[in-house]
């Protein structure tokens, strides 16, 4: 099962900021948070990941808690071609047989015009 | 880069008869995986294989479904005989996955879309 929980949608306006929250309350120490997001007939896109620090490349920010149980994606100015599922997936770093991701149902933003 | 390929794109069979799809992963991925998403859900993963060697395969239905890798590059999914409840998009990904060290590159590719009726 995912070990994730996210609100199944949200919506923002076109040309702001799209904050996704994530909550991970029993994240291991050695787990990493991934976001990936899926836009419609097509596979998921790596977005991000992060273990404590925030990070932040061409795409997206990421904005982990404290304590790591809980996380947010920042869109820092959201556009139509942002409108996707958003998935929030904690994972092993170490390669192995649980180098797989677990998705759950993820949450759908809509940017409206 | 080349992507994951995938074949076909879309497919669409009756029940009880056999379908087969492929995948290409990124030159150099050892690591490949089949996930399975039905409409409304997250991918979820069939079949794991390191190079020609299943990792993990615990979530495969094996009395209808099959996978493999012969030559550790590209992966043949079947479904024999199909279900109604078969209908999805099976995604297929790849990743570098150094040993003792950490997964990089997790890329999937566009899926094939599977109608049974």
């Known amino acids: 099962d995912a070990k994730t929980t996210q609100p199944p949608s949200m919506d923002c306006a076109e040309g702001r900021a799209a904050n996704l929250p994530c909550n991970h309350s029993?994240?291991?120490?050695?787990?990493?948070v991934y976001w990936y997001r899926q836009i419609h007939s097509q596979g998921p896109q790596y977005i991000i990941h992060?273990?404590?620090n925030n990070e932040t490349n061409e795409m997206a920010s990421l904005i982990i808690t404290e304590d790591r149980k809980s996380s947010t994606l920042i869109l820092p100015h959201a556009t139509l071609r942002d409108t996707a599922v958003y998935y929030c997936?904690?994972?092993?770093?170490?390669?192995?047989?649980?180098?797989?991701?677990?998705f759950g149902k993820g949450i759908t933003l809509s940017v409206r015009p | 880069e080349a992507g994951v390929a995938q074949s076909p794109r879309y497919k669409i069979i009756e029940k009880r008869q056999s379908v087969a799809f492929w995948c290409n992963p990124i030159?150099?991925?050892?690591?490949l995986y089949w996930y399975q998403q039905i409409l409304g859900q997250g991918p979820k993963l069939l079949i794991q294989?390191?190079?020609?060697?299943?990792?993990?395969d615990s979530q495969l239905p094996k009395d209808r479904f099959s996978a493999e890798r012969l030559k550790g590059v590209d992966s043949t999914l079947k479904i024999q005989p199909a279900k109604l409840e078969d209908s999805a998009v099976y995604l297929c990904?790849?990743?570098?996955?150094?040993?003792?060290?950490?997964?990089?590159?997790?890329?999937f590719g566009s899926g094939t879309r599977l109608t049974v009726v």
């Open positions: 997936i904690v994972r092993v770093w170490r390669a192995g047989a649980n180098s797989k991701l677990t």
């Open positions: 992060g273990l404590k």
């Open positions: 029993t994240i291991s120490g050695n787990e990493y």
């Open positions: 294989f390191q190079n020609n060697g299943v990792v993990d």
């Open positions: 990904a790849s990743s570098l996955a150094i040993l003792g060290q950490g997964v990089y590159g997790y890329t």
């Open positions: 030159s150099g991925h050892a690591t």
